[in-house]
């Protein structure tokens, strides 16, 4: 069986196979092929009437969910079929349970075509992501993804009935469609009014970032970062730094919520020196809310420090 049913434990009756077996011997034989085939069909038919009793499947998932994860990647040829078995936390399911996708679907606007989701190292940190602001604000439903797994899978999978995935903390977010015209005419008029501020922490962060624009995702939180649409969560670039791995990859977007106090009170900062401790800060706050780590956590709290008591 492949990997994702590591978990499945069983004996295959076959008159076919030949007696004199050898490991070689039996990996060639294509008997073994169309056995694998028709055992992973049987175990996702049997998985598949589990789930149809949602209380029940919800206590096989926390078991083997994460497992099961790895089904898509491997299984090209049936991950339509595991995309229906995967359940996720979302910001519309209660607390501890878990949402199919077709579930997901069947709630999703009128006028949405995507599948937003958005990754972390914990649940925690994934409903707190400030990535989830605007979602919150509109109504709109995403997917918590919390395993280490998910952002490996999310890489692999494209679409399931027709959507699209969009992760909500890479690439273009386009929420035009959700907003009126009224507020969308307030953030252009602030995002004009706050050119001169952007190019100062443009100026001052040079590069550690890859642009610094105006935030649509931003209600409550001062800034966020934004990856390209093709890079790793910087929560599993951490990881895999930590593991000795060399990572390179694209430099983040900063956006900055023009309407927080804090950036109008950093707008407000005219002694270079200060000013540039406030965007650094404001940088590496975003960087943690990602689950990074820095690379000088001494330099950040001095920084803060000064800010704190007023002599940065």
């Known amino acids: ?80 079929k595991l995309l229906k078995l995967m359940r996720f936390a979302s910001t519309d399911a209660e607390q501890g349970s878990f949402t199919s996708l077709e579930a997901y679907v069947s709630r999703m606007k009128a006028e949405q075509d995507k599948i937003y989701y958005v990754t972390a190292d914990s649940l925690q940190a994934a409903q707190n992501s400030p990535h989830l602001e605007v979602f919150r604000k509109r109504g709109i439903e995403v997917l918590l993804m919390h395993d280490r797994v998910d952002e490996w899978m999310m890489g692999h999978v494209r679409e399931f009935d027709g959507k699209s995935f969009q992760s909500i903390a890479k690439g273009d977010l386009d929420l035009s469609k959700f907003e009126g015209e009224k507020e969308r005419e307030a953030r252009e008029k602030a995002a004009d009014e706050a050119k001169p501020l952007i190019e100062r922490l443009k100026t001052v962060l040079g590069e550690r970032v890859a642009d610094v624009i105006i935030s649509h995702r931003l209600t409550e939180s001062p800034t966020c970062l934004v990856l390209d649409e093709h890079e790793m969560a910087v929560h599993m670039q951490s990881l895999l730094k930590q593991a000795g791995h060399a990572m390179g990859g694209g430099k983040p977007k900063l956006e900055v919520n023009p309407e927080h106090a804090l950036i109008r009170r950093v707008e407000g900062v005219e002694d270079e020196a200060s000013f540039e401790a406030w965007a650094t800060v404001l940088f590496e706050q975003a960087w943690l809310a990602e689950g990074g780590q820095l690379d000088d956590p001494a330099g950040f709290v001095r920084r803060l420090n000064g800010l704190l008591e007023g002599t940065a």
């Open 1 to 80: 069986l492949p990997q994702y049913l590591r978990f499945v434990r069983g004996v295959v009756d076959s008159d076919d196979l030949p007696l004199n077996v050898s490991r070689e011997l039996l990996q060639e034989n294509p008997l073994v092929g169309k056995i694998r085939s028709s055992v992973v069909k049987r175990v996702l038919d049997m998985v598949g009437k589990i789930a149809a009793d949602e209380e029940k499947y919800q206590a096989f998932w926390k078991q083997f969910g994460e497992v099961l994860k790895e089904g898509p990647v491997e299984d090209f040829g049936n991950q339509e």
